[in-house]
């Protein structure tokens, strides 16, 4: 099954109708998480038109209908979600809540309409904490989805059954596509731009929004070294940073690094993993790919010089060690993101 969202350069062959996308609208969702990817389709759609080709009819709908208030204030002018009954959903986009259990409990119809309908759309997405709505819904049991990145420990314990990736911008996973925090579903729609349109299309769109073409999920939802930097993390700070700092020196074994804390390699094992939840030896390697990302995105510096510098050894154990992490290699990696 394809989880990490990937697009082909080519279209898929064009209908000839616009595609049919349905924004699901409720008390409180999130603007951005609703107008973001909004953008990318309505851009998509004129560049479309332009070329004599159907586009996007885009409709933001309701249970019933009317103006819906957003958790910014601003409200929004909706359509009943009867108006599509009959119809069918090329792609049903379901946007996320800062108050996310909030808004689900406000919203039990609209689960079940979510359950019932999504027979009849040929893809589903999510924005952020729109994730929810479509897990109790039913729609994600025993696969692979994305949320925002301080959302997915709870993703995880209300809804076991779910494979939560909480490194990736965004998932695939068969018809059924999630992303994580906020501006993440324009990363999410530019796929689906792409899966329906082309690259062409896609990177006139992007261009034109001035976003990067693809941040899928190769690259991680924020820092490693932030990521470490918790509450209970926070005794290894020191120690986070001298790891950064000595990548590309000796051997980052146990014993060094519990001789950095003054622990016995023991204890500064246990200790280490019970309040960080990874291993010493992940933690080094976590650290290495982001340094190996930051220097393929800002650097000029060839792969082999970035292995080294970042502790791999060699160019061969750094694209493995990629590879596992990101499901990526360093040279795609570079393709994607390279400023």
Known sequence: MNDIASTADDPAPQPDRPRLIVFLAYLELGLLDLTGAQTVFWAASRYMNSRGLPGYTLHTASLAGGLIHTAEGLAVDTVPLSNFADQPIDTLIVPGAPNILQAMNNALDLVAWLAHASTNAKRIASVCSGTFL???????????????????????????????????????????????????????????????????????????????LKRPGGQ???????????????????LHLWITRNLAGAPLTVDLLA?????????????????????????VEVLRVEAARRLLEDSERNIDQISRLCGFGDEERMRLTFQRNLGISPRDYRNRFTR
């Not at 949320?147 to 059954?161: I, N, V």
């Not at 490194?167 to 792409?194: M, N, P, Q, R, Y």
């Not at 939802?221 to 005794?235: H, I, K, P, V």
């Not at 001789?259 to 933690?283: D, E, I, L």
């Open 134 to 212: 479509l897990a109790q819904a039913g729609l994600l049991d025993g696969r692979r989805a994305a949320t925002h990145w301080a959302m997915c420990d709870m993703l995880k314990e209300r809804y076991p059954s779910i494979e939560v990736d909480s490194d990736a911008i965004f998932v695939k996973h068969g018809s059924v596509w999630t992303s994580a925090g906020v501006s993440a579903g324009i990363d999410l729609a530019l796929a689906l731009v792409e899966e329906d349109c082309g690259r062409e299309v896609t990177l006139l769109v992007a261009r034109e929004m001035v976003v990067y």
């Open 220 to 238: 991680a939802q924020y820092s490693q070294l932030l990521q470490s930097q918790t509450s209970e993390g926070a005794a290894f700070d020191e």
């Open 259 to 283: 001789q950095q804390v003054q622990m016995s390699p023991r204890n500064f094992a246990r200790v280490y993993k019970f309040k960080t939840g990874r291993t010493p030896a992940k933690a």
